[in-house]
C-alpha cells in the first residue's frame, strides 16, 4: 500500500547523508564513513573545538574542499524538479551540510545542522559565504576579528529553524525520508511527529534506517533511482525527462 498522490498537497522531505553518497561525499555511519576515521567527540563538539582547534578547523577545511569538488546527482535534481514545479508547500529538509540541493536547484530548502561554506563570527555573530580554508585564522570580513568558526551545528548544539520544520511537519500530507540512518535527534524523530499529525510517511534507504518499523512504507535501493521514481509519481513522468 502507498500514498495517493491527489490526496498529497503539503510535502516535507527529509535528507540526509545518504543522498550526497552517489556524488562522493562521505556517509556519516556506513562502513568506512566519515566517524571510522575521526572520533566525533574530537571533532564535532563545541568542547573539541575548545580543546584542539587545529584538528577541527583541519577537519572541515579538508571537507569544504572535498564537497566544492563533488556534483549534484540524480537524486538531488530530482527534488530540485519537484520544488520547482509541486503546487502545494514544500519544505526540504537537509542535515546535510553540503550544498548540491541547492546547486542542482532547490529553493524550498533548510539546512537545519548548517552549511559547509558559511562561516560564522563568534565575535559579531556574522554569517559569510565561505569557500576557503579556516584554519589560518583569516579576519572576519565584517568585524575583522579572527574568531570564524565553521558554521556547522555541532553535538550539544541547537539545530536551526526548528520552529518552521515543526510547524510544515503538523500540516505535512507526506513525509519522505531519503538516506538517512535515523541516529541523530531531532530529525531522527520527525517521521513519529509527521504521523501523529497525520501524514503519510515514506522512508527511501538503502537499508532499512534505525526508525523504519516507524514508518507507514519503506523502499529500499539507491537515492539516484529511487528519488526520481518517487518525483514522477508526484509529478508525473514527463518533468523529469
Ligand atoms: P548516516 O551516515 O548516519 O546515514 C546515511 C544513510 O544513508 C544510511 O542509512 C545508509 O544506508 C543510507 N545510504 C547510503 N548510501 C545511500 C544511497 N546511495 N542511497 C540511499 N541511501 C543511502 O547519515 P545521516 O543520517 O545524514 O546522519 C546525520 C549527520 O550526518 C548529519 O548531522 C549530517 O550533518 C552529517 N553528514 C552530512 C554529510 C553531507 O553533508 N553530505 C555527510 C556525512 C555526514
Same mark, same amino acid.
Request: no cysteine; aromatic share 8%.
Given at each position: 500500500m502507498s500514498f495517493n498522490p491527489d490526496t498529497i498537497r503539503n510535502i516535507v522531505v527529509l535528507?540526509?547523508?545518504?543522498i550526497s553518497a552517489e556524488s562522493g561525499i562521505g556517509t556519516f555511519r556506513d562502513k568506512g564513513g566519515l566517524w571510522e576515521k575521526h572520533r566525533i567527540e574530537d571533532v564535532a563538539t563545541p568542547e573539541a573545538f575548545a580543546? $584542539? =582547534?587545529d584538528?577541527?578547523?583541519?577537519?572541515?577545511d579538508q571537507r569544504r574542499a572535498n564537497i566544492q569538488a563533488a556534483q549534484p546527482n540524480p537524486a538531488h535534481w530530482a527534488l530540485a524538479a519537484l520544488d520547482a514545479h509541486w503546487p502545494g508547500m514544500l519544505?526540504?529538509?537537509?542535515?546535510n551540510v553540503d550544498?548540491?540541493?541547492?546547486?542542482?536547484?532547490?529553493?524550498?530548502?533548510?539546512?537545519?545542522?548548517?552549511?559547509?561554506?558559511?562561516a560564522w563570527c563568534r565575535a559579531c555573530d556574522a554569517r559569510t559565504r565561505w569557500? $576557503? =580554508?579556516l584554519a589560518h585564522r583569516p579576519p572576519c570580513p565584517s568585524c575583522g576579528q579572527s574568531a570564524l568558526r565553521p558554521d556547522i551545528v555541532w553535538f550539544g548544539e541547537i539545530p536551526y529553524r526548528m520552529d518552521e520544520?515543526?510547524?510544515a511537519l503538523v500540516d505535512a500530507d507526506?513525509?519522505?525520508?531519503?538516506?538517512t540512518s535515523g541516529a541523530v535527534y531531532p530529525a531522527a524523530g520527525y517521521v513519529q511527529t509527521a504521523r501523529h499529525y497525520g501524514a503519510w510517511t515514506l522512508e527511501l534507504n538503502l537499508e532499512p534506517s534505525q526508525g523504519s518499523i516507524l514508518f507507514h512504507e519503506t523502499r529500499l535501493g539507491k537515492a539516484t533511482d529511487l528519488v526520481p521514481d518517487f518525483v514522477r509519481e508526484l509529478l508525473g513522468e514527463e518533468v523529469l525527462d
Open positions: 535528507t540526509g547523508a545518504g580543546k $584542539d =582547534p584538528l577541527v578547523f583541519r577537519f572541515y519544505t526540504i529538509v537537509t542535515q550544498d548540491l540541493h541547492e546547486r542542482a536547484g532547490a529553493r524550498r530548502l533548510i539546512h537545519m545542522h548548517g552549511e559547509h561554506l558559511s569557500h $576557503d =580554508p520544520i515543526d510547524l507526506l513525509f519522505v525520508s531519503i538516506g
